[in-house]
């Protein structure tokens, strides 16, 4: 099963950009990279997710790189809401369902 | 429809006994996820169903687990035998079939004394 590399833990600054990277050497071809976060208390809220092409929502940017062994999650103006554990998975085997979570990076925002 | 729900919040339980967590998906979503999350870790997946049908199923589970989506709705995970090392977060998370987005319930805190 593939597997995912995240920093342990990021800080940064609210209303400045945020990179957030990981490290997938060993997806498939056919492997999506989706991004979850989750805020203390509650479960994994969904951030966005991609193949190969760049992807953007109201939420974040995706960047993934060209040999697709590592992506950055960017949220482009970091509020005091953002501070989360955010997690980049990989599908379980071959299904593009089950999600394999590592530790994540957790994200600190300072006023 | 107000997300997935999952049913109780925390259970305390002594070694030993059974229990039993329910989870209920958001209504169009044909799949259906169980994970468990121990302290400072992500979630672990560990079974789903698409409709009533269990596909697939990870080697954590131990055959003390057992789940079951009998009409294709809500779901059940019974845990038989309570251990200390089974005391964890147990999420349930449902989609349509395919690629996208789950949608986590906020999980049932599982302590077993």
């Known amino acids: 099963d593939a597997k995912t590399t995240q920093p342990n833990s990021m800080e940064s600054n609210e209303e400045e950009p945020v990179h957030l990277p990981c490290n997938h050497s060993?997806?498939?071809?056919?492997?999506?990279i989706h991004w979850y976060r989750q805020l203390p208390s509650q479960g994994p809220e969904y951030v966005i997710h991609?193949?190969?092409s760049n992807v953007n929502n109201r939420m974040a940017s995706l960047a993934i790189a060209e040999d697709r062994k590592s992506s950055t999650l960017i949220l482009h103006r970091a509020t005091l809401r953002d501070a989360a554990v955010y997690y980049c998975?990989?599908?379980?085997?071959?299904?593009?369902?089950?999600?394999?979570f590592g530790k994540g990076t957790k994200l600190s925002v300072k006023p | 429809d107000t997300g997935v729900s999952q049913d109780p919040r925390h259970k305390i339980t002594k070694r030993g006994q059974n229990v039993t967590f329910r989870c209920d998906p958001i209504?169009?979503?044909?799949?259906l996820y169980w994970y468990r999350q121990t302290l400072g870790q992500g979630p672990e997946f560990l079974t789903y169903?698409?409709?009533?049908?269990?596909?697939?199923k990870s080697r954590l589970l131990s055959d003390r687990f057992s789940a079951e989506r009998p009409k294709g709705s809500f779901s059940t995970l019974e845990i038989q035998r309570t251990e200390q090392g089974d005391s964890a977060m147990y999420l349930c998370?449902?989609?349509?079939?395919?690629?996208?987005?789950?949608?986590f319930g906020p999980g049932t805190r599982l302590t077993v004394l």
């Open positions: 998370a449902s989609s349509l079939e395919g690629v996208g987005e789950q949608f």
């Open positions: 060993t997806i498939s071809g056919t492997d999506y």
């Open positions: 991609g193949l190969t």
């Open positions: 998975t990989l599908p379980l085997g071959g299904s593009q369902g089950n999600l394999i």
């Open positions: 209504s169009e979503h044909n799949r």
């Open positions: 169903f698409q409709n009533e049908a269990q596909l697939e």
